[in-house]
């Protein structure tokens, strides 16, 4: 059942937001964001409200003898599409996660598997940068630590963007990789694990952090190898005492390390915000799309097989090659579809 008087309250806020854009008054930037937002969710609205509209037309003509057989003719193709349009007037009126629009901060270590693991880190990080570049979103390397086979230890990057943490969030947790290594001459499939974490962005109204409970240290920069890529201390390590969270920024700036850094530890705060709060109000639900926790494993890639399987959504893809060259778009709207049938489903009981 779509409820009307909520229809009616999000039609009069959207020409209020409107109407105060083109006055130039309020906060232009978030009035813009919010006008994003309402302005999909009103057109979907209306597509159902002229669907209605034509239906009820429809079945009045059924009174009038000249008209009927036309309205008998058309009544069975508008009340089939009126089932469709109901449900994208449902999702338009789920509640949004308010970070959704943010920036995302995506995280990638290796996991059990030795040099195997770096590398499939590696693979992960190529597949998300190509991803990112399809979108047409920006990539900025924050941190990044290479191995000696040029895999990756660790990898932290900013992506800025439309909708990249909407697009991104699910992505959180253990993928785990089955293929024979390079590095292996019998041929065997060895199975090894990366970690993925994806964080919306935090502004500094999200998060306020005392200086007193930071610790920063400078150091110096190193490349691959150990080699000193300049000959100043310009590496931030900065560690929030209270929570233990290390960050490191390795720019040829340290003023710019230190404000990385902040940026990337102001992230980490806000999400373990978020999950809090997620687990105490999922405490008791079970319909979630992965629980969020980083060390659920949420993915499996065969090599050998050319397949993926999501492990939280029972959804198996034999097109590992197009996936691992960044389409992730089947994998995303899948996720995200079934994160809203949680949710409606959750409303409606």
Aim: hydrophobic content about 40%; proline content about 4%; cysteine-free.
């Amino acid at each position: 059942m779509i409820p009307t008087e909520r229809l009616q309250q999000i039609k009069e806020r959207l020409e209020y937001v409107e109407a105060r854009m083109s006055a130039g008054e309020g906060d232009i930037a978030a009035l813009g964001r919010e006008y994003a937002e309402l302005r999909p969710v009103v057109g979907q609205i209306a597509e159902w409200e002229r669907l209605v509209a034509e239906i009820a037309e429809a079945e009045a003509l059924l009174d009038d003898p000249e008209m009927k057989a036309l309205a008998e003719e058309e009544l069975p193709e508008l009340r089939a599409r009126l089932p469709e349009a109901e449900h994208a007037v449902q999702l338009a009126l789920l509640p949004r996660d308010a970070a959704d629009a943010r920036p995302a901060m995506l995280e990638i270590r290796p996991g059990t598997g030795g040099d195997e693991a770096a590398l499939f880190a590696g693979d992960l990080a190529r597949m998300y940068q190509r991803y990112a570049e399809a979108k047409g979103w920006r990539w900025e390397v924050v941190e990044e630590q290479l191995s000696e086979l040029g895999g990756v230890r660790e990898l932290v990057v900013r992506i800025a963007g439309e909708g990249v943490f909407a697009r991104l969030k699910y992505e959180s947790g253990v993928h785990r990789v089955q293929r024979v290594p390079e590095t292996e001459s019998g041929g065997r499939i060895h199975t090894s694990a990366a970690t993925v974490a994806v964080l919306p962005e935090a502004e500094e109204v999200d998060i306020r952090i005392d200086p007193n409970d930071l610790r920063i240290d400078t150091m110096r920069s190193s490349g691959a190898g150990g080699q000193h890529v300049n000959t100043t201390d310009s590496a931030v390590r900065i560690t929030h005492i209270p929570t233990g969270i290390v960050v490191t920024s390795s720019e040829k700036s340290q003023h710019r390390n230190r404000e990385i850094a902040m940026q990337v530890l102001r992230a980490r705060l806000f999400d373990q915000q978020r999950q809090q709060a997620d687990a105490e109000r999922s405490a008791d639900r079970k319909a979630q799309v992965g629980s969020g926790d980083r060390s659920e494993r949420i993915r499996t890639y065969n090599f050998p097989q050319g397949r993926l399987t999501d492990h939280r959504i029972g959804l198996t893809l034999y097109r590992l090659e197009q996936v691992m060259a960044g389409d992730l778009d089947e994998i995303v709207d899948a996720l995200t579809a079934h994160a809203q049938a949680a949710q409606l489903a959750e409303m409606e009981a």
